[in-house]
């Protein structure tokens, strides 16, 4: 299948590991020009803009920061003079609740605030950045990295889930935005527990327990949830839109 990638220029926010590197990765693989932001791994970033090739361009973006998300479609704008696709990746993860799963109400205000205003913040202003440019050229792709928490709960994960649930609201309705003004489509992924190569810790310890939920009796990678946000995020995709879209291996 040709996804028509070819030219086009996709920023992936949170690239330098995880699944946003397989996603990058995979994007470069179909001909696109491709972003690759990271906000503390600048070498991990480098080795994924070298998997990719002369058509990577590394920038750091840290989502908290003030002018980030201009700062960002700027430096796109100036490589390439077009944004094509957005996959908002990157993640602000939010200090363990003082007393562990049963404490969330003792989280101090300062630290779960953060972890809600900057992961909903962080893809709203970043989205409303690179907005015009796809309204101007009449063609974009949006695709929001969200969790199968917010559908299924986890003690502990309360303001995680918070932002990540906003993040549904804020795509289908401007999926009807961004939809009358041309071929624009905005989705939401749910990813459930997937193995990456930064969170071994984590499959190792709750892994057997997420795959005996699975129809697959198993944890998917990351490159399996990556072909579904690089399908989404194509030319190939005419018609999903404003859809939250679960890649579980159905769990």
């Not at 920023?11 to 590197?21: E, F, K, M, N, P």
């Amino acid at each position: 299948m040709d996804l028509g990638l070819q030219g086009r220029t996709v920023v992936v926010t949170g690239a330098s590991g995880g699944i946003g590197r397989h996603v990058a990765a995979q994007f470069g693989a179909e001909g696109a020009d491709v972003v690759v932001t990271y906000r503390e791994s600048k070498d991990d970033a480098a080795r994924v803009a070298e998997e990719i090739g002369g058509r990577a361009l590394v920038v750091r973006y840290d989502q908290t920061e003030d002018g980030a998300a201009d700062g960002l479609r700027d430096a796109v704008l100036a490589w390439t003079g077009r944004i094509d696709v957005l996959v908002n990746n990157a993640v602000t993860w939010g200090p363990p609740d003082p007393d562990g799963p049963r404490g969330f109400e003792n989280q101090p205000d300062a630290a779960w605030l953060d972890v809600v205003r900057s992961n909903v913040e962080g893809a709203v202003r970043l989205t409303r950045a690179v907005a015009p440019a796809m309204r101007e050229q009449r063609w974009g792709r949006l695709v929001h990295l969200s969790s199968t928490l917010v559908r299924d709960g986890e003690a502990g994960t309360e303001y995680y889930a918070t932002a990540k649930a906003a993040l549904h609201g804020f795509s289908r309705t401007v999926a009807f935005a961004l939809g009358q003004d041309g071929d624009i489509l905005s989705n939401v992924v749910l990813p459930a527990l997937t193995r990456t190569v930064r969170n071994g810790m984590i499959t190792d310890a709750f892994g057997d327990g997420y795959a005996g939920r699975s129809a697959l009796g198993r944890l998917l990678e990351a490159r399996e949830v990556a072909n579904a946000i690089v399908y989404l995020g194509s030319a190939a995709n005419t018609g999903i839109t404003g859809q939250e879209v679960a890649v579980t291996g159905g769990a």
